[in-house]
């Protein structure tokens, strides 16, 4: 008589469990036949998406059928502190809005072999993760998902309680051979660390999602900077000052090297696009001073960049983020990337500046929500889930 299966949850071991969670992900990211699909390399560190969280935790699921054990299932998770809000959000202007802080959990990852799939598996992964979220004070879990993936948007709003809340786009953008001309008008700042720390606490600390702990996003190793743009001739005095008597238009970005944390791959093209592909590149090195269009190579493993904190004022603030983004291009270009890519709110104020493809880029990502606690930390001010979307949302590069 066969011993009945049994399914063990645990925390990830490095040293035994790498070789069976990449197995896992190899299995979850065979894509359909004839169809471009999108494939990720973590390059040997299955933990490299939360590394960097103030808190995180891996989780495993684990077949027991005597003595042969088997990893099945896995997700990981991370817990921060963010804005959520702010109070008293009509008496005054944006700028002098009170942020509104919550301790949230992001669940990610979530992945079940196909051979163990409909045993209620990635739900005991849910389950015992939002444990933790809770054991940790966490007042909020939410999960990001493509919103075509039926099973997965119906396994976190049918069974784990989690509702649709907030639909940011991804925008991608291709990294040509040339590079590319930053407008005559456009000043382009570097702002050290702790300045832009300032800036962005001071001015976009209200924004959703916004990391109480942006100063440890901002000096992290994988953080090429924070700019600026302005028109014309301009001299910083530091954030204070600046906020005090702004330029009549401005833009501010930071820069995230993802390169050095994952690769990506697309994988399912057929030989035309290959080829066009290949010489669109050549034609764009040739003839570089005709800036032509090119695509890069996405059917081997690439890098990107990733543009977050992302904002500005002024009439003429979607034109220098437009600057900004040729910078990040130009970034993108010597560091051997090939796109570039940022999210953002549905609604954002400054999106029509962001140059993107729309072949390469996802016009609706689903992020859904769930309360595991019943009150803010900053005071019971009602409920997170039920808020309307505001204009802009601050996505954290360390979980992109």
Same mark, same amino acid.
């Given at each position: 008589?066969?011993?009945?299966?049994?399914?063990?949850?645990?925390?990830? #071991?490095?040293?035994?469990?790498?070789?069976?969670?990449?197995?896992?992900?190899?299995?979850?990211?065979?894509?359909?036949?004839?169809?471009? +699909?999108?494939?990720? &390399?973590?390059?040997? #560190?299955?933990?490299?998406?939360?590394?960097?969280?103030?808190? @995180?935790?891996?989780?495993?699921?684990?077949?027991?059928?005597?003595?042969?054990?088997?990893?099945?299932?896995?997700?990981?998770?991370?817990?921060?502190?963010?804005?959520?809000?702010?109070?008293?959000?009509?008496?005054?202007?944006?700028?002098?809005?009170?942020?509104?802080?919550?301790?949230?959990?992001? %669940?990610?990852?979530?992945?079940?072999?196909?051979?163990?799939?409909?045993?209620?598996?990635?739900?005991?992964?849910?389950?015992?993760?939002?444990?933790?979220?809770?054991?940790?004070?966490?007042?909020?879990?939410?999960?990001?998902? #493509?919103? #075509?993936?039926?099973?997965?948007?119906?396994? *976190?709003?049918?069974?784990?309680?989690?509702?649709?809340?907030?639909?940011?786009?991804?925008?991608? /953008?291709?990294?040509?051979?040339?590079?590319? =001309?930053?407008?005559?008008?456009?000043?382009?700042?570097?702002?050290?660390?702790?300045?832009?720390?300032?800036?962005?606490?001071?001015? *976009?600390?209200?924004?959703?999602? *916004?990391?109480?702990?942006? &100063?440890?996003?901002?000096?992290? @190793?994988?953080?090429?900077?924070?700019?600026?743009?302005?028109?014309?001739?301009?001299?910083?005095?530091?954030?204070? @000052? !600046?906020?005090?008597?702004?330029?009549?238009?401005?833009?501010?970005?930071?820069?995230?090297?993802?390169?050095?944390? *994952?690769? %990506?791959?697309?994988?399912?093209?057929?030989?035309?696009?290959?080829?066009?592909?290949?010489?669109?590149?050549?034609?764009?090195?040739?003839?570089?001073?005709?800036?032509?269009?090119?695509?890069?190579?996405?059917?081997?493993?690439?890098?990107?960049?990733?543009?977050?904190?992302?904002?500005?004022?002024?009439?003429?603030?979607?034109?220098?983020?437009?600057? %900004? +983004?040729? =910078?990040?291009? /130009?970034?993108?270009?010597?560091?051997?990337?090939?796109?570039?890519?940022?999210?953002?709110?549905? +609604?954002?104020?400054?999106?029509?500046?962001?140059?993107?493809?729309?072949?390469?880029? +996802?016009?609706? &990502?689903?992020?859904?929500?769930?309360?595991?606690?019943?009150?803010?930390?900053?005071?019971?001010?009602? &409920?997170?889930?039920?808020?309307?979307?505001?204009?802009?949302? !601050?996505?954290?590069?360390?979980?992109?």
């Amino acid at each position: 008589m066969e011993e009945e299966e049994v399914i063990v949850v645990r925390e990830y #071991d490095a040293e035994r469990d790498r070789h069976g969670v990449e197995a896992v992900e190899r299995m979850c990211e065979v894509g359909p036949s004839g169809k471009l +699909c999108l494939f990720t &390399d973590l390059l040997g #560190d299955p933990l490299c998406r939360i590394r960097h969280s103030p808190a @995180s935790l891996m989780l495993v699921a684990e077949t027991t059928n005597g003595p042969v054990r088997e990893i099945v299932g896995l997700v990981r998770g991370c817990i921060k502190t963010v804005s959520c809000g702010t109070h008293n959000p009509h008496r005054f202007p944006a700028r002098h809005h009170t942020p509104l802080f919550t301790k949230v959990a992001y %669940l990610l990852g979530l992945r079940v072999s196909p051979y163990h799939r409909r045993r209620g598996i990635g739900l005991k992964l849910v389950r015992r993760m939002e444990e933790w979220f809770r054991e940790m004070g966490a007042e909020y879990s939410y999960m990001a998902t #493509d919103k #075509d993936n039926e099973a997965s948007v119906r396994l *976190f709003t049918e069974r784990c309680g989690y509702s649709k809340f907030r639909t940011p786009s991804i925008l991608v /953008n291709p990294v040509f051979a040339h590079r590319l =001309h930053l407008p005559r008008r456009a000043q382009i700042i570097r702002l050290p660390p702790r300045e832009a720390e300032m800036l962005y606490r001071l001015r *976009f600390a209200s924004v959703e999602f *916004f990391p109480r702990d942006i &100063d440890a996003v901002l000096s992290n @190793s994988l953080s090429l900077g924070t700019f600026l743009a302005v028109e014309g001739s301009f001299e910083w005095r530091g954030a204070e @000052s !600046f906020l005090a008597e702004p330029p009549e238009s401005w833009a501010v970005a930071s820069v995230w090297n993802c390169k050095e944390v *994952f690769r %990506l791959e697309v994988r399912g093209a057929s030989r035309w696009r290959r080829g066009f592909a290949r010489t669109s590149r050549l034609v764009d090195r040739a003839f570089s001073w005709l800036r032509i269009p090119s695509v890069p190579d996405l059917f081997r493993p690439f890098g990107l960049y990733f543009l977050y904190g992302v904002g500005g004022e002024g009439c003429g603030a979607t034109r220098l983020v437009t600057a %900004l +983004c040729r =910078h990040v291009h /130009n970034m993108a270009r010597d560091g051997g990337c090939s796109v570039v890519a940022a999210e953002v709110a549905a +609604c954002e104020p400054l999106r029509a500046g962001i140059p993107h493809w729309g072949r390469l880029s +996802c016009a609706e &990502d689903l992020w859904c929500v769930k309360r595991l606690a019943e009150e803010y930390s900053d005071g019971a001010l009602g &409920d997170w889930t039920k808020k309307p979307p505001g204009p802009s949302i !601050f996505v954290d590069p360390r979980e992109f």
